[in-house]
């Protein structure tokens, strides 16, 4: 199986461009997230932590309310 793939792959010019990408991609995206994470509001974090621990009238009586 990898030989065929191995085969494959020697023949696409450029495909030594691919995992550069792929690497940088990944990269951008957990920088991002990083970021992100750091910048975000400490109240927006803990409403967000709390979504789990809510019942379930409550959240209707919240979309009810709107």
């Not at 065929?4 to 495909?15: A, H, Q, S, T, Y």
């Not at 990408?21 to 927006?44: C, E, N, Q, R, Y």
Request: hydrophobic letters at 50%; proline letters at 3%; aromatic letters at 16%.
């Amino acid at each position: 199986m990898l030989k065929f793939v191995k085969g494959n792959l020697e023949n696409i010019d450029g495909v030594a461009l691919y995992p550069i990408i792929s690497l940088l991609i990944f990269f951008l995206f957990f920088v991002g997230l990083f970021w992100w994470v750091f910048t975000a509001k400490k109240a927006h974090i803990k409403e967000v932590s709390r979504i789990p621990l809510e019942d379930k009238n409550s959240t209707n009586q919240k979309s009810n309310e709107l």
